[in-house]
């Protein structure tokens, strides 16, 4: 699954920077090795914003998930 931005007040992807945090534990993407992260992320939704490390409001829907970071906007898998 591929993550959408779906709000207006999201950061346009073009001025993003690339990302600096792991969305799933939240460390440093350069810290280590992310496998297990990678593999948890099949199944699960991020839990952390990986453009500013903030924990994100997840919501788990029937049809996928929705996470909400309160400086980058709303993502949709």
């Not at 779906?6 to 350069?30: F, I, K, L, Q, Y």
């Amino acid at each position: 699954m591929t993550a959408q931005v779906t709000t207006s007040d999201a950061v346009p992807a073009a001025d993003r920077a690339p990302a600096a945090w792991c969305d799933r534990c939240g460390e440093a993407v350069a810290a280590g090795s992310h496998d297990g992260c990678a593999a948890a992320r099949v199944l699960e939704p991020p839990r952390f914003c990986a453009h500013c490390r903030r924990r994100m409001k997840v919501q788990v829907l029937p049809v996928g998930w929705a996470a909400v970071c309160v400086e980058h906007g709303e993502i949709r898998g």
